[in-house]
Protein backbone atom coordinates (compact mmCIF):
# COMPACT_ATOMS: atom_id res chain seq x y z
CA UNK A 1 0.00 0.00 0.00
CA UNK A 2 1.35 3.41 -0.87
CA UNK A 3 2.00 5.70 1.79
CA UNK A 4 -0.93 8.27 0.90
CA UNK A 5 -3.06 5.66 0.86
CA UNK A 6 -1.87 4.07 4.21
CA UNK A 7 -2.70 7.72 5.54
CA UNK A 8 -5.67 8.06 4.13
CA UNK A 9 -7.28 4.64 5.64
CA UNK A 10 -5.95 5.38 8.92
CA UNK A 11 -7.62 8.46 8.96
CA UNK A 12 -10.47 6.80 8.25
CA UNK A 13 -10.05 4.35 10.91
CA UNK A 14 -9.59 6.90 13.78
CA UNK A 15 -12.02 9.05 12.17
CA UNK A 16 -10.22 12.33 11.61
CA UNK A 17 -9.94 14.32 8.49
CA UNK A 18 -7.19 15.88 6.65
CA UNK A 19 -8.00 18.64 7.87
CA UNK A 20 -8.23 17.82 11.35
CA UNK A 21 -5.05 16.13 11.38
CA UNK A 22 -2.88 18.77 9.59
CA UNK A 23 -3.69 21.38 12.79
CA UNK A 24 -3.25 18.43 14.76
CA UNK A 25 0.12 18.45 13.90
CA UNK A 26 0.94 21.52 13.95
CA UNK A 27 -0.05 22.25 17.44
CA UNK A 28 1.74 18.90 18.44
CA UNK A 29 4.84 20.63 17.06
CA UNK A 30 4.60 23.89 18.67
CA UNK A 31 4.16 21.69 21.96
CA UNK A 32 6.91 19.53 21.37
CA UNK A 33 9.55 22.49 21.00
CA UNK A 34 11.32 20.31 18.27
CA UNK A 35 12.69 23.32 17.01
CA UNK A 36 15.15 23.56 20.09
CA UNK A 37 16.60 19.92 18.86
CA UNK A 38 16.65 20.79 15.39
CA UNK A 39 18.24 24.38 14.80
CA UNK A 40 21.14 23.42 17.40
CA UNK A 41 22.56 20.37 15.47
CA UNK A 42 24.50 23.00 13.34
CA UNK A 43 26.77 25.51 14.65
CA UNK A 44 25.87 29.31 13.88
CA UNK A 45 29.02 29.65 11.88
CA UNK A 46 28.11 26.45 9.45
CA UNK A 47 24.51 28.10 8.98
CA UNK A 48 25.82 31.31 8.08
CA UNK A 49 27.86 29.79 5.30
CA UNK A 50 25.80 27.56 3.73
CA UNK A 51 24.99 27.98 0.11
CA UNK A 52 21.32 28.53 -0.97
CA UNK A 53 21.09 25.09 -1.76
CA UNK A 54 22.13 23.75 1.43
CA UNK A 55 20.22 26.06 3.15
CA UNK A 56 17.48 24.20 1.34
CA UNK A 57 18.07 20.96 1.65
CA UNK A 58 18.54 21.98 5.80
CA UNK A 59 15.14 23.25 5.79
CA UNK A 60 13.29 20.12 4.24
CA UNK A 61 15.77 18.02 7.02
CA UNK A 62 13.96 19.79 9.38
CA UNK A 63 10.45 20.23 8.12
CA UNK A 64 10.19 17.17 7.36
CA UNK A 65 11.21 15.86 11.13
CA UNK A 66 8.60 18.58 12.37
CA UNK A 67 5.78 18.01 10.13
CA UNK A 68 6.40 13.91 9.58
CA UNK A 69 3.05 14.01 7.36
CA UNK A 70 3.13 16.78 4.74
CA UNK A 71 -0.51 16.45 3.62
CA UNK A 72 -2.84 18.84 1.51
CA UNK A 73 -5.78 19.88 4.16
CA UNK A 74 -8.35 20.07 1.46
CA UNK A 75 -10.19 16.95 1.64
CA UNK A 76 -10.77 15.28 -1.65
CA UNK A 77 -10.50 11.43 -2.69
CA UNK A 78 -11.15 12.21 -6.59
CA UNK A 79 -8.58 14.19 -9.23
CA UNK A 80 -11.26 15.85 -10.11
CA UNK A 81 -12.42 16.90 -6.62
CA UNK A 82 -9.14 18.36 -6.02
CA UNK A 83 -9.13 20.22 -8.78
CA UNK A 84 -12.67 21.78 -7.37
CA UNK A 85 -11.66 22.25 -4.09
CA UNK A 86 -8.71 23.95 -4.83
CA UNK A 87 -10.50 26.31 -6.99
CA UNK A 88 -12.52 27.12 -4.23
CA UNK A 89 -9.75 27.79 -1.98
CA UNK A 90 -9.08 30.99 -3.51
CA UNK A 91 -9.61 34.09 -1.08
CA UNK A 92 -11.36 30.82 1.18
CA UNK A 93 -9.61 29.14 3.99
CA UNK A 94 -9.26 25.79 3.61
CA UNK A 95 -11.66 24.41 6.66
CA UNK A 96 -14.37 26.75 4.82
CA UNK A 97 -13.96 24.89 1.53
CA UNK A 98 -13.99 21.58 3.45
CA UNK A 99 -17.24 22.08 4.72
CA UNK A 100 -18.93 23.39 1.73
CA UNK A 101 -17.22 20.43 -0.66
CA UNK A 102 -18.63 17.70 2.09
CA UNK A 103 -22.10 18.92 0.38
CA UNK A 104 -20.82 19.83 -2.91
CA UNK A 105 -19.83 16.16 -3.40
CA UNK A 106 -22.09 14.07 -2.36
CA UNK A 107 -24.34 15.68 -4.59
CA UNK A 108 -22.15 15.44 -7.49
CA UNK A 109 -19.43 12.82 -7.85
CA UNK A 110 -18.43 12.30 -11.27
CA UNK A 111 -17.59 14.93 -13.76
CA UNK A 112 -20.26 14.32 -15.73
CA UNK A 113 -22.55 15.32 -12.70
CA UNK A 114 -20.84 18.96 -12.69
CA UNK A 115 -20.32 19.01 -16.35
CA UNK A 116 -24.22 18.77 -16.54
CA UNK A 117 -25.18 20.46 -12.73
CA UNK A 118 -27.53 23.79 -12.64
CA UNK A 119 -25.39 26.54 -12.30
CA UNK A 120 -27.77 28.19 -9.08
CA UNK A 121 -27.71 24.83 -7.48
CA UNK A 122 -24.02 25.21 -7.16
CA UNK A 123 -23.64 28.71 -6.56
CA UNK A 124 -25.77 28.08 -3.11
CA UNK A 125 -23.05 25.73 -2.10
CA UNK A 126 -20.11 26.94 -2.71
CA UNK A 127 -21.92 30.70 -1.67
CA UNK A 128 -20.11 30.42 1.74
CA UNK A 129 -16.48 30.68 -0.09
CA UNK A 130 -16.68 34.02 -1.52
CA UNK A 131 -16.50 34.95 -4.85
CA UNK A 132 -19.32 31.82 -5.72
CA UNK A 133 -20.40 33.25 -9.21
CA UNK A 134 -17.32 33.17 -10.70
CA UNK A 135 -15.84 30.01 -8.88
CA UNK A 136 -19.44 28.13 -9.72
CA UNK A 137 -18.81 29.01 -13.06
CA UNK A 138 -15.54 28.01 -13.77
CA UNK A 139 -16.32 24.56 -11.77
CA UNK A 140 -19.29 23.46 -14.27
CA UNK A 141 -16.83 24.60 -17.52
CA UNK A 142 -14.17 23.19 -16.35
CA UNK A 143 -15.82 19.84 -15.89
CA UNK A 144 -17.72 20.55 -19.45
CA UNK A 145 -14.05 20.84 -20.62
CA UNK A 146 -12.60 17.84 -19.22
CA UNK A 147 -15.57 15.90 -20.27
CA UNK A 148 -15.09 17.08 -23.70
CA UNK A 149 -11.34 17.51 -24.51
CA UNK A 150 -9.90 15.24 -22.21
CA UNK A 151 -12.05 11.72 -22.27
CA UNK A 152 -13.40 12.79 -18.34
CA UNK A 153 -10.06 12.81 -17.03
CA UNK A 154 -7.75 15.31 -15.20
CA UNK A 155 -4.49 16.09 -17.40
CA UNK A 156 -1.12 14.83 -16.09
CA UNK A 157 0.66 17.82 -17.45
CA UNK A 158 0.98 21.45 -16.68
CA UNK A 159 0.18 22.83 -20.57
CA UNK A 160 -3.11 20.80 -20.37
CA UNK A 161 -4.29 21.92 -17.01
CA UNK A 162 -3.65 26.04 -17.88
CA UNK A 163 -6.23 25.34 -20.50
CA UNK A 164 -9.18 24.79 -17.83
CA UNK A 165 -11.26 27.67 -17.05
CA UNK A 166 -10.39 28.92 -13.30
CA UNK A 167 -6.70 26.79 -13.09
CA UNK A 168 -4.06 28.45 -12.54
CA UNK A 169 -0.12 27.19 -11.69
CA UNK A 170 -1.24 27.04 -8.08
CA UNK A 171 -3.78 24.38 -8.73
CA UNK A 172 -2.01 22.72 -11.35
CA UNK A 173 0.88 22.45 -8.95
CA UNK A 174 -1.08 20.66 -6.35
CA UNK A 175 -2.14 18.02 -8.98
CA UNK A 176 0.64 17.17 -10.53
CA UNK A 177 2.51 16.84 -6.73
CA UNK A 178 -0.87 15.00 -5.02
CA UNK A 179 -2.16 12.85 -7.86
CA UNK A 180 0.75 12.30 -10.11
CA UNK A 181 3.06 12.42 -7.52
CA UNK A 182 5.70 14.91 -10.12
CA UNK A 183 7.93 17.12 -8.72
CA UNK A 184 5.48 20.21 -7.79
CA UNK A 185 6.32 23.84 -6.66
CA UNK A 186 2.85 25.04 -4.97
CA UNK A 187 3.89 28.51 -3.97
CA UNK A 188 1.26 29.87 -2.11
CA UNK A 189 1.22 32.83 0.58
CA UNK A 190 2.95 30.78 3.29
CA UNK A 191 5.29 28.92 0.83
CA UNK A 192 6.22 32.42 -0.58
CA UNK A 193 6.20 34.25 2.85
CA UNK A 194 8.66 31.75 4.32
CA UNK A 195 10.72 30.84 1.46
CA UNK A 196 11.61 34.83 1.43
CA UNK A 197 12.10 34.84 5.54
CA UNK A 198 14.79 31.88 4.90
CA UNK A 199 16.47 33.67 2.11
CA UNK A 200 15.59 31.30 -0.87
CA UNK A 201 13.17 33.56 -2.49
CA UNK A 202 13.96 37.29 -3.34
CA UNK A 203 10.20 37.65 -4.60
CA UNK A 204 6.41 37.57 -4.22
CA UNK A 205 5.68 36.73 -7.69
CA UNK A 206 4.31 33.27 -7.58
CA UNK A 207 6.03 32.07 -11.05
CA UNK A 208 9.32 33.65 -10.32
CA UNK A 209 9.38 32.11 -6.57
CA UNK A 210 8.63 28.74 -8.15
CA UNK A 211 11.40 29.26 -10.45
CA UNK A 212 13.51 30.37 -7.67
CA UNK A 213 12.77 27.00 -5.10
CA UNK A 214 13.06 24.67 -8.49
CA UNK A 215 16.65 24.85 -8.93
CA UNK A 216 17.20 24.49 -5.15
CA UNK A 217 15.16 21.90 -4.06
CA UNK A 218 15.48 18.27 -4.05
CA UNK A 219 12.68 17.44 -6.68
CA UNK A 220 11.33 14.50 -4.45
CA UNK A 221 10.96 16.97 -1.84
CA UNK A 222 9.41 19.64 -3.57
CA UNK A 223 6.07 18.59 -3.23
CA UNK A 224 6.20 17.82 0.23
CA UNK A 225 7.99 20.79 1.07
CA UNK A 226 5.19 23.15 0.44
CA UNK A 227 2.88 21.14 2.15
CA UNK A 228 5.11 21.39 5.05
CA UNK A 229 5.06 25.03 4.44
CA UNK A 230 1.72 25.68 5.00
CA UNK A 231 1.56 23.79 8.29
CA UNK A 232 4.60 25.83 9.35
CA UNK A 233 2.77 28.76 8.33
CA UNK A 234 -0.16 28.31 10.56
CA UNK A 235 1.45 26.85 13.13
CA UNK A 236 4.47 28.85 14.00
CA UNK A 237 5.42 31.28 11.40
CA UNK A 238 2.29 33.57 10.97
CA UNK A 239 2.00 36.60 8.44
CA UNK A 240 1.15 38.92 11.80
CA UNK A 241 2.03 37.09 14.65
CA UNK A 242 4.79 34.82 13.69
CA UNK A 243 6.12 32.90 16.70
CA UNK A 244 10.13 32.75 16.10
CA UNK A 245 10.65 31.55 19.56
CA UNK A 246 9.02 27.95 18.46
CA UNK A 247 10.85 28.01 14.81
CA UNK A 248 12.83 25.39 14.13
CA UNK A 249 14.32 27.44 11.12
CA UNK A 250 14.92 30.14 13.18
CA UNK A 251 18.93 30.22 12.82
CA UNK A 252 18.70 30.08 9.41
CA UNK A 253 15.67 32.55 8.70
CA UNK A 254 17.03 36.37 7.95
CA UNK A 255 14.07 38.46 9.58
CA UNK A 256 13.03 36.48 12.29
CA UNK A 257 14.06 37.09 15.73
CA UNK A 258 16.92 35.59 17.20
CA UNK A 259 16.53 35.32 20.81
Known sequence: MKRSAALAAYRILVGVSRYDHAVITSRRYRKSKIFSRLSDRIPAKDV??????QTAEESVRRLK??????????????????????RLSAQCTDARVNIATKVLFDRYHTIHDFAVADLADVESIVHPCGLYKTKARDIIAMCQMLERDFDSTV?????????????????????LGDVYGKPAVVCDTHCIRITNHIGLTDTKDPLKCE????????????????????????????ARNPQCQDCCLKDICKTGKKA
Open 48 to 53: NSMTKK
Open 155 to 175: PDEMEKLLKLPGIGRKTANLV
Open 211 to 238: TQLRKLLPPEESNDFCHRLVLHGRAVCK
Open 65 to 86: EAYPDAICSLESTQPHELLIAT
